[in-house]
């Protein structure tokens, strides 16, 4: 080792297994030692910049291991008795313990084409990234799809959520999506970071994958009791303080904190048998946190006045005297309260016996995340009939319709999985079988409540609004002049509804995967092969209670006890249900309209044929992607259901062919191309979905000609077939401890999937059709430019770690529908630009570090219309948190988090260009203290 290599140092004293692999990854040097041995011995603790070989013998201090660094890349570990003996040799071999840089940075070298990583630390990971999805929005090209204040799915480079494909171990996930729909994208919300080890985000895509994925294939791999030597114990408790308090405490939903919330999570694992070669590795979490929300709707309806207050006729800004001041014709507003929790774990088992070339593993999961939320919901229509002190950004108008929605949901979603496998290796061939079951279950009651008064204007019951503007033009509620008077104005309900969600979706799978001569220091001609067969059966279905509108709604609302309320609330906790009249028509067929099961059976086989040379590798291989489907679907006879259930069945088979090419040139610079072609399958909502027809009483129909509408599911989708050109190169520096990568993709998708509305003549009339149909081809490219890097030299001994990553990317689709066809630059959940990193200041002084991390996308579509003006979507949406930690003793840890610290909101908004903001909502800031035992 060069005596003058230096580095800086931040490993307490602990299991001297533990601080020699701290001490490679902090160095970037290779370590083989006796684990058996170091298990039973203690490190000195090591803070501070010194020179590597003396740092390394500071560590070990009197312990019996001698250094062997007469190859400076690769020091040994000796027992200081040992003799150099053959035998002696073979024993130490059996027994080494090697540590290289960071895994996520060898996941992405040793992979032939583009992947990223990233790797859930104990120690160093925050409270707010709790789910795989909050860690995965750290990597390039990925986009938080959000619910709330945290994402619940990924977009990976501008491609929807439902076209990734999300494994376990290489086993595919059940997951139930918002409110119970059955789709493709897999909410990563629910599963917790701490119950994998590296999660992976491949881009490009050989024969070996899955072939239903053109975004991404997001590969979790579970956590290994191998990853240490003997006991390994992690326990976390933390507390949370949200600071936006909403309505809760004042809506008489009881059990919800205004502010409050708190988690646990812990990790234990340990290796048994005579020669270690059991190992059972166990995680758990518990949380209870706090998410409420203030929400606001902006409505494109102004009143226009005149220098005197009174209201211009036409109610225009471009008719003569308007007095230059705009007044909202409604205000729209709520508050959401969320008591939200998880509880938990995992629990894997493994089998590594010595020198057989084998090694088994069975794992299972359960977790369960419930809500309780309130909504209220208050919209205020102001009459134009006067106003007064008007400004620019103020005044007051007479109230002439209030409406107020409550809605109460009470669900949980209960996630859960076992999963096994079986694999043998020698020196030249591996043999893997998996196979897992996985389901997730969906269960929600939601009563959904509203009513609507017309207050009279005249003399002294008369209400008034006073609101603000603010510079988007959205108007606030500030004060209504009298509240009680408002309700007392003789509310009527309107609707009174309640609904009870099951729904079940469950994946079985199995896999198995033969390679010979693919091991990553192999040369010449080496294959893979192998088949896969999965099978989903997925069920919808509500029990929906219809009552019949109308009768007085004062008594089942309330005045809540809070500052500036938006309006009356309803009760919904003592909610008269008993005292409400059933249609039983009505209720009937909707429950059976919201019926469907969906079964699906893949078979799969591929053969990838792989060359290497001493600095280059061409892969080339083909999938076969076979797939039967059965629909179950309610009959109906236009408007209603009949009760009996139509099943259609479907199918297709799709060859995939693919060809990476690699190369290896001097000073660690790589190129990958690659090309392939893969699926985006159909959402099972939307090959099986009831047919409702309707005349002269829809939204979707409009005064003329058409009078009818009908929506349906489509059984005869065929897949989107996508072409996958990529090209990177990725340049290793800082003794491949960092990475600067440059990557362009360009995806042409076929048969892309939307739903349309054409018009169709129907029973001798003419109807407008809704229903997903296949479109023309749509394109996605861009590039992506990242950089990673560990250890960056700082004054006083401090160092940084840095990750920092942008795309820019480009769609192109043709929308067509009734009579129009319009193009956009832009695909669904595709922003036009991303940015995500994250920089570590590790300071000695101390005994820890500072952390930010932030991202940022922008604009994205969500929906189609044929209407342009109606397309809807979201905001830009930047995001930075910052966290920080010390030790307070060897053992034990101090974290401190504020998530949200520039305090963004989320803004909805509809047009063509995504112009005009809909609505904008504010979660507050989240702040975490952790206390963490190691």
Sequence with gaps: ?????????????????????????QTGLHIAFDGKIADNLRSAPLYGKMDNFLALHKLLGKNTFKIDASNKNFITLRTKTAKKTKSSEQTAEDNLTVQGHRRELRTKRNFAGVVDTATYDDLSNLGGATSIAQMLT?????????????????????????????????????????GGSIRRRVNLQNIPAEMTGEDSIYKTFTAEQDGGAIGAVIDMNPRSAFDHKGLYKYINAYGIYSTEKGSAGANRIPGMSPHLGQGAKAVFSDRFGKNKEFGIMTSFRYQKRTRNTSKTWQEDSYNYYDTKGKILKPNASTTPGWNGM???????????????????????????????????????????????????????????TGIWNQTPTSGREYIYRARTIGRKDNWKMNTNGVLGNLNWHDNISTLKLRAGYTWEDYFNHEPYVTARVYPSEKGNKAVFADY?????????????????????????????????????????????????NLNPDSHGFGFASGFEWRSLDATNSSDQLWYNPGGSAASSMFIPDMKNPNGPFFDLTHFAWDKQTLDADKSRSYTQLAYFRYKEQLFDGYVSLHYKWRHSQLIAGVRADAVKFNAFIPETDGANATGNIN?????????????????????????????????????????????????????????????????????????????????????????????????????????????????????????????????????????????????????????????????????????????VSYKLHELPEQPKYIFNGSVTWHIPQIRGALKASFSYSAKYLEGLNDDPTQ????????????????????????????????????????????????????????????????
């Design 871 to 934: 397309i809807y979507g979201y905001g830009s949406q930047p995001s930075l948190d910052i966290g920080a930690w010390h030790d307070i003793t060897d053992n034990l840890r101090f974290k401190y988090e504020v998530y949200n610290l520039a305090g963004s909101h989320t803004r909805m908004y509809y047009g063509k260009n995504l112009n005009r903001l809909e609505a904008k909502e504010n979660y507050g800031r989240s702040i975490y203290f952790e206390v963490v035992y190691n």
């Design 1 to 25: 080792m060069a005596q003058d290599t230096q580095s800086t140092f931040a490993i307490p004293a602990q299991k001297l297994t533990g601080a020699l692999m701290a001490f490679s990854r």
């Design 138 to 178: 750290q990597l390039p090209g990925v986009t938080g799809i959000r619910n709330g204040d945290e994402p619940r799915y990924i977009s990976v480079r501008g491609v929807s959520s439902d076209l990734n494909q999300t494994t376990l171990d290489g086993i595919t996930v059940a997951s139930i999506s918002d």
């Design 647 to 819: 099943k259609k069945n479907g199918g297709y088979i799709n060859p995939l062919p693919s060809l990476t090419f690699v190369h290896e040139f001097p000073r660690d610079l790589i190129l990958h191309a690659v090309y392939s072609q893969s699926v985006g399958r159909p959402q099972p909502t939307d090959l099986a979905q009831a047919e409702q027809y309707s005349c002269g009483n829809s939204d979707d129909t409009q005064a003329g000609s058409v009078n009818c509408s009908l929506t349906r599911g489509n059984p005869n989708l065929r897949p989107r077939e996508a072409q996958n050109f990529d090209v990177s190169i990725d340049k290793f520096f800082n003794h491949r401890r960092g990475v600067f990568s440059v990557a362009y993709f360009d995806k042409i998708i076929k048969h892309d999937i939307y739903t349309t509305r054409a018009t169709e003549l129907i029973n001798d009339e003419l109807t407008y059709v809704k229903q997903p149909r296949n479109a023309n081809t749509s394109t996605l490219m861009g590039v992506e430019v990242s950089v990673v890097n560990r250890n960056l030299k700082g004054p006083w001994n401090q160092s940084f770690d840095l990750n920092a990553s942008g795309t820019w990317m480009r769609g192109r689709m043709t929308y067509e529908g009734a009579n």
């Design 326 to 384: 705009t007044a909202p014709r409604y205000v729209d507003g709520g508050s959401y309260s969320n008591d939200l929790n998880t509880l938990g774990g995992a629990a894997r088992l493994e089998w590594r016996p010595k020198n057989t070339g084998l090694s088994a593993s069975v794992m299972g999961y359960a977790y369960q995340r419930w809500e309780n939320s309130f909504m209220e919901h208050n919209e205020y229509l102001l009459d134009d």
């Design 468 to 516: 603000t503007i603010d510079k988007e033009k959205v108007a606030t509620l500030t004060d209504i002049s009298d509240m009680n008077k408002l309700l007392n104005s003789g509310y009527t309900f309107q609707t009174v509804q309640q609904e009870y969600d099951r729904d079940h979706e469950g994946v079985a799978n199995v896999r198995l995967d033969y390679t010979r």
